[in-house]
């Protein structure tokens, strides 16, 4: 059960292994709200057992926050990504 105090509200990771190269990715999604009420999707990725990258983007409303994270996630489950 999630944890009502927690700034997170959805997330997701995502996995690939790419056979050519031999090397594991991630691709993590995550909703959270911030203390001042801003709601951001964080956007994480990059080799397993490195940080990778990262990038935030503001939305106005959580409804349009969970829209961007789908169509991330089903961007890179087209590129060979499955969800963990």
């Not at 997330?11 to 056979?19: D, G, I």
């Not at 594991?24 to 990059?46: K, Q, Y």
């Not at 939305?59 to 060979?80: C, D, H, V």
């Amino acid at each position: 059960m999630p944890d009502a105090r927690s700034p997170i509200r959805h997330h997701r990771v995502l996995y690939r292994r790419a056979s050519e190269q031999g090397r594991a990715r991630f691709f993590s999604l995550m909703i959270e709200h911030d203390l001042f009420g801003t709601i951001r999707l964080v956007r994480n990725w990059g080799p397993v057992e490195s940080k990778g990258q990262e990038r935030v983007e503001i939305f106005s409303n959580g409804a349009e926050a969970a829209q961007a994270l789908e169509i991330w996630a089903t961007a890179q489950r087209q590129k060979g990504y499955t969800d963990l």
